[in-house]
């Protein structure tokens, strides 16, 4: 087997945060290289891991890497949006864990479309079955729809401008690689901007990967269905890498620990709303990880755990 080298973010953190029992029934929602996964396998016996990935280079290059540990780990090609089914014959399970966002493999395969430093076909499709690509995002969704996704999900302060200069360009000619978008980001943005220590077109390229992705819509009911999972004492772990999806999992965490919702002024309850998690304090990388890899700088982990139902 081909050795394996990759250590995924906040690994440590992850695996004491899951409390794995060697007998238990757990998720990696975002199997990726199979880093999370292969520690967490490590630690069964009789239970079982359940790895889920929609890239289909993802769930094959695992067969390789989980290899020693396979008779104790089911391999599903869906995409985490889909958590409800796949688990659907599960009478429950004691851990869950997503990685979000894109993956190392992802970004260092210059063919996927996904990275701006490296030039490729516009893709950047997680699922390279699913029709949409970046491609069409960019030649031809609308200028105001560009504008908003930039801004809603790359927080691009220049995404009039940009989305502008995007439709300018592909009046001309269609906008085909990822470079060819670099250009055309970098030629709306002023002097200052480009300067900055951040490449011109990070924001830009995440944006459009969340949208040909569908990657934050998902987030609130995929949340909801792997704490329906979850048995009493189960832990999920979350692991973020940008504002925008951390909000998003803080905001449905702290609805899904949230009680009674009845105004103040009630003089008992009649929401009937009981909390369903207790979350942990949230966990950042430590300073020796982020320079050992740079990817895990921006990352942060939160948890919670499942609370036993309140008998009346």
Known sequence: MTEFTHKPVLLEACIEALRIRPEGTYVD?????????????????????????????????????????????????????????VLADEDGVDGLLFDLGVSSPQLDDASRGFSYKKDAPLDMRMDRTAPLT?????????????????????????????????????ERRPIETTWELVDVVKSAMPPAALREKQHPAKRSFQAIRIAVNGELDALPPMLRAAVDKLRPGGRLAVITFHSLEDRIVKRTLRELAQGCTCPPGFPVCVCGKKPL?????????????????????????RTAEKLAPVSV
């Not at 030649?139 to 220049?158: K, P, Q, T, V």
């Not at 998690?277 to 895990?296: G, I, Q, W, Y």
Request: aromatic content about 6%; proline content about 5%.
């Open 277 to 301: 998690v207790r979350l942990d304090k949230p966990v950042t990388p430590p300073a020796a990880e982020v320079e050992e890899n740079p990817r895990a700088r921006s990352a942060r982990l």
């Open 134 to 170: 970046a491609r069409e995002v960019v030649n031809a969704w609308s200028c105001e729809e560009l504008r908003r996704i930039l801004f809603d999900f790359g927080e691009e302060r220049y995404a009039p401008a940009i989305a502008r200069a995007i439709v300018r360009a592909r």
């Open 29 to 85: 929602g975002t199997l990726g290289r199979g880093g999370h996964s292969r520690e967490i396998a490590k630690r069964l016996t009789t239970g079982r891991l359940i790895c889920i990935d929609r890239d289909m280079a993802a769930i094959e290059a695992a067969r390789e890497r989980l290899a020693p540990w396979m008779d104790r780990v089911t391999l599903v090609h869906r995409n985490f949006s889909e958590l409800a089914e």
